[in-house]
């Protein structure tokens, strides 16, 4: 899925040694949750961005959506400061998926409302505008058309993150920010919303950043990966590269920890992990 | 081998608005002694309730009918509330998912460890403190001394979770039911966690059920695994039989819903796809 080196790529989203802190009560010296990172998001480009909790994954990808501002440093979309974009200029670009659909679907709004919600941000469109639209997206999510007029609470999860991953596509922005996008999920149900947001990627010609801690995802959606650990990259590549000869010590840490479905293997695993005990 | 838990056909009805949900459907198990069963499935499916019956911890309105139920050679299924308190805790230890929901979060972790075995052994808060630190150092808590003095929320998310582990064992039950014990956990404290049970296992002979979704842990903890779909076993074996042939179509559908992560062996492989995939760059 790379593309060739020959044509020159844009750049979707750029971080230029950016840093995040956070005042901690009673201590002087603030928690540094992002420290000094440069990352490059090409167009096009799907990049993971995997660690553990506290490993400062969100704080970045949030800083990245424009809803968190560096202490340090600057983020650049499409080559502009994001400072310069509006919220409503910037939400045409980029948009986020989170990790759990039962919290980012107002429940008190039928499906139509909700996954419209952008459109009537930025236009007020007709009503017949509007439903055509909002089938259009259903269609894409692979959900009936008349999931419409439902509310969020008589889906199950896996339908809710593809109504979540509709109303980020209403405005047919370019950039998705997926934060642990199926990790609420049945493991079914994330295969299948795995294969949807790898079909909409060609369909829609996006870009994603994928946050995430399960290096399952890392192997099925991403081009490229960067490893974060304690506010740092501490490893960036190409997916196939970094997952089978990791150059980082703690790289191979994560990847030894994903348990196999080989019994022996998986046996073995933690075996090795009870001689640390 | 003798075993330590058998369940004949248990079933489950939750009374609903629109009617009754058979939320679980005739499920029989057992397990062996020292030995790990894993009870797999998918959300709904009732591999919870059907591990929190056996405790007597269903949702009130639930609707409880079993054949027989024998824990350790006695039949527990007609016991009373008060028995039942007796057993949980004592010989049946219990670990949750959220050790944020499991401990109370007013009471420091030292109190809440040592009321279990002054509940259930003896009215001893010397030895119940002894038993709590040393079961604290033993599940790996760093510095124990000043652990017992804490709050659940002044703990790591891995720390809470062997103090929870540690509040199982006070009194060295004979069965340790675990509900998803590793899912909040990231990879890297999950395979500490689960080695750690391993050597638990190992050290007090301890059986367990061992319920969860991920099928990596399963291949990792299980000696038999049972396979739960809308309230029924599908299937059940040795992991093996279960992971490596299994004969349902569901459990085949399971193991092939996992996404790939291409192994640390298959490293040449790998090697020659992105050199192939680059020359065609070229």
Known sequence: MSKSSSTPRTIALETAA???????????TPFTAVDRVSLRLYEGQSLALVGESGS???????????LLAPTQGDVQVFGRDISTYSRLELARIVQPVFQDPYASLNPRKRLHEVISMPLRVFSSPSRDEIRSRVEELLRHVDLPASFAERFPHELSGGQRQRVAIARA?????????????????????????????KALR???????????????????????????????????????SVLSNPANDYTRQLLTAVLPIDPEKARSAIDAAMTSL | MQNILEITDLEIDIPMKDGILNAVRGVSFSIEKGKTLCLVGESGSGKSLTALSIIGLLP???????????????????????SMQDLRGRAIG??????????????????????VYLRHIARDGRKAREKALDLLRKVGVTQPENRLSQYPHELSGGLRQRAMIAMALMCEPSLLIADEPTTALDVTMQVQVLALLRKIQCEFGVSILFITHDLGVVAGVADRVAVMKSGQIVESGGVNEILLAPQMDYTRALIAAIPKVRPLEDRAAVHAMTQRSEAAHV
């Open chain 1, 56 to 66: 400062g994954k969100t704080t970045l990808s949030r800083m990245m959506l424009g």
């Open chain 2, 94 to 115: 219990v670990i949750f998912q959220d050790p944020m929901m499991a401990f109370n979060p007013t009471m420091t972790i030292g109190r809440q460890l040592e009321e």
């Open chain 1, 202 to 240: 060609a369909e829609f010609g996006l870009s994603y950043l994928i946050v995430t801690h399960n290096i399952g995802v890392v192997s099925e959606l991403s081009d490229s990966v960067a490893v974060m650990y304690h506010g740092k990259i501490l490893e960036e590549g190409p997916v196939a």
């Open chain 2, 60 to 82: 009130p309105k639930a609707i409880r009918r079993v054949s027989s139920a024998v824990f350790d050679g006695q039949e527990i299924s007609r016991l009373g509330e008060r």
């Open chain 1, 18 to 28: 950016v840093t995040r802190e956070f005042p901690v009560k009673g201590k002087k």
């Open chain 1, 169 to 197: 596509l209403i405005n047919r922005p370019k950039v998705l920010v997926c934060d642990e996008p199926t990790s609420a999920l049945d493991v079914s149900v994330q295969a299948q919303i795995l294969e949807l947001l």
